[in-house]
């Protein structure tokens, strides 16, 4: 068992992370749960594998449990079922000292944190991802939002939760592409600041495909280790520290939209292909060295991920692109800070790059 403490004064917490740890959670949430009373939010999917174990075990702790189901898919993250779930909270009596359990990936996590923020202002809530991508990024550092008809996660709050309980046996259901976009984040945490990390990503990516147990629990302490310091040093991203964590993602993001944020290209392979593309563009403007940036491309290809527009099936201009980049939440004063890369583990935040300059690269990257 390791415990990670997010350390954020009177908002930090404890991750755990335990393989088989879902099966004693009754224990692990005791002190969570106030008024032995618990509302869990997960969605068809999670609930099909994972939601009677849980339930049944934490009742027969004595827990009174409710269950709210989401339909599975980006589209939950939205103002209709943030409507539905606080009204359904709101009719099951919801006190403020309740607590609420994101069961599931990272659209229930980003759902219910932010239900849990507005809900008379304020609930607690805890997070129990049961996805790789939410295991080692989205459920650890309190973003919290839905989606708008303008973009993704432009409506929402940092809300950091009271817990999070990370069990890596509950990735045994989870589909393998699934598992392999959200080991594009993985990978992202060596690229950042940890070389040696990327080097055992290279050595070991295809036994924690494989879901060799010791790989993937590595892999998560190590990501959720990253993510808890960074977290602690700049919680609402401001000194620039956390934007870090947004490597590959502005790439991404045009292919992304450009996809439609559709089934075409999910969001772990957007940033995989982006994370590609943030190291050639680095060689283009002389950070980085070729090798470098052919080693990230290596070992995304190894892994069978995207490591490139073609590889994302993205065959749209340069131009389109930036334009869809330029909707990105993170634009600032008509310019948009790009993650660029030194070499492996040595990423920068450059906030003078010519938009121009990106258009004419994707058009060369095609
Ligand atoms: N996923 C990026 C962040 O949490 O800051």
Redesign the pocket.
């Known amino acids: 068992m390791t415990i990670i403490s997010v350390d954020l004064s009177d908002r930090g917490y404890d991750i755990l992370v335990k393989p088989g740890a879902l099966a004693d959670a009754a224990r692990h949430l005791e002190p969570y749960a106030k008024n032995q009373r618990l509302f869990i939010i997960t969605d068809e999917n999670v609930a099909a594998n994972h939601l009677n174990q849980l339930t049944n075990q934490l009742e027969r702790s004595g827990y009174n449990i409710e269950r709210f189901i989401l339909p599975p898919g980006e589209k939950s993250k939205s103002w209709l079922f943030l409507e539905k779930l606080t009204d359904w909270l709101l009719a099951h009596g919801v006190e403020r000292s309740d607590t609420l359990v994101a069961f599931g990936g990272g659209v229930v996590g980003d759902l219910t944190g932010f239900a849990a923020a507005i809900l008379k202002r304020g609930c607690h809530f805890l997070q129990i991802p049961t996805s790789l991508l939410a295991q080692v990024?989205?459920s650890?550092?309190g973003?919290t939002a839905i989606n708008s008809k303008a973009g993704k996660n432009l409506i929402g709050s940092f809300n950091q939760p009271t817990f999070v309980l990370i069990d890596p046996l509950v990735l045994n259901s989870l589909p393998d592409r699934e598992l392999r976009a959200g080991y594009a984040?993985v990978i992202k945490y060596g690229l950042i600041d940890n070389a040696p990390f990327f080097s055992w990503c290279e050595k070991n990516g295809a036994r924690l495909l494989a879901r060799d147990p010791d790989a993937l629990s590595h892999a998560i302490i190590e990501s959720v280790t990253a993510?808890a310091k960074?977290?602690g040093e700049d919680e609402k991203?401001l000194s620039g520290r956390?934007?870090l964590?947004?490597l590959g993602?502005t790439f991404g993001h045009a292919l992304e939209a450009e996809t439609g944020y559709s089934d075409k290209l999910v969001h772990g392979e957007a940033v995989a292909a982006g994370m590609a593309l943030a190291f050639q563009y680095s060689v283009r403007r002389g950070h980085c060295d070729a090798d470098e940036a052919r080693r990230v491309s290596d070992h995304l290809k190894a892994v069978n991920l995207p490591n490139s527009l073609a590889t994302a099936s993205v065959y749209a201009a340069g131009q389109n692109l930036v334009e869809h980049m330029m909707h990105d939440k993170k634009m600032a004063s008509g310019t948009l800070p790009f993650l660029l890369a030194n070499g492996v583990g040595k990423t920068f935040l450059a906030d003078d790059v010519d938009l121009t300059d990106v258009a004419n690269f994707l058009d060369q990257a095609q």
Request: charged residues 40%; glycine residues 6%; neutral net charge.
């Open positions: 990024d989205s650890v550092g973003k984040e993510k960074i977290v991203e956390r934007a964590l947004n993602h």
